[in-house]
């Protein structure tokens, strides 16, 4: 039976502008004393009116950008109904059927395309507390997050594997990272992650497909690829078992336990027709000028693939590319000893990504002194060995059948190629080295 996943993945950035959506509260939320950032609008009170965040709405814009979306002319707000206490309003401002860009993509490595749907903007709840206080179980609510800026990204399910999808939201939190709207630190919960996911189970009877899960608030990549592959395992032995496949109404949302390494069953999922959306009566919709769509792309830095390219331009092997783009420090060193007549940047990128060289320290130095030996650069001493080794086949087999004496026969020769600039430690070193090969 061939196996195919199916995923798909939502993922939820706090933006990282001054104030919450709808109103003038702070927007940094987290370590703050629970409740000390509310006001009648984003506690929802009767009669507040939400007045939108224009930087928000450009941070969103840029995101949709960034990940090569159309940015739609026309635009609106809708109310999205859900009764839980984390939403005093009893709804989430957030776009249904209208979002500010749609149709993007990002490209993995390995070339495939990843589709974007959608990338909108809502409102994040408050939070949920559950504890045990004088004995008796509690649940607290803080709504701090409550209308902190909340970009949702939508991928296609595009994704077929556990590691495909961890490159893809790799790419997407150096993207939100490079153009500077979120911190995306997914520890402080600033950016989280909802994998959709279902299994494609291929017999001699056709194609057979599982049913849909959601699996809810993932906030580390690892976490979201051993949940993926948790539920791909699980989906198939369930099919086996039950035969039961994909209809209009048997998604449902997990939840992952990461000390387990499990997922656990939720509630079934609402149905967009359950939100039952409409138009944000209080917000008049939005026409995009063509203007500021400019204006944002304008503001975009390079993003981390063109960065990328331009390091593999000048020829750094790519593995060591990423490495140096994921450290900045390490990035900027290379940026700055580009064009020095002294240095090769291919092998400075390579030292670097392997840690040979302290960048904090006397770069320059420990460059000249990692690739030079006295006046002999290392890879010329081994050529001129290479080839007094080549030249004289007989000494070497004598070497290689145990005489290791004539070896200094090899070091003669190389000291008087060298004209004695190389240093005799290194010299000696490599020819027994290569000798040995
Ligand atoms: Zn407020």
Redesign the pocket.
Known sequence: MKITPIIGIEVHVELKTNS?MF???PADHFGKDPNT???P???GLPGALPVPNEKAIEYCIKIGLALNCKINSQSKFDRKQYFYPDLSKGYQISQYDEPFCTDGYIVLDSGKRVGIERVHMEEDTGKLQHLILEGKKVSLIDYNRS?VPLVEIVSRPDISSSIEAKEYLKKIHEIIKAIGVSSADMEKGQMRLEPTVNVCLEDEHGSHYTPLVEIKNINSFNFASAAIDFEVTRQTEEFKKTGVEKSATNKTTRGYDSIKKITFLQRTKEEAKDYRYFPEPDIPPYIIENELIDKLKSELPELPDQVIVKLIEKGIESKYAKILYANPESLAVINKFNGDSEIEIPKLANLIANKKIDIAGDVKGEYLKATKIGNTNIDELEGVIEKIITDNPGIVAEYRKGKINVAGFFIGQAMKETKGQADPRTLNQVVIRLLNK
């Open positions: 919450k109103c003038g509260c950032q509310t006001c609008v984003c506690l209308g």
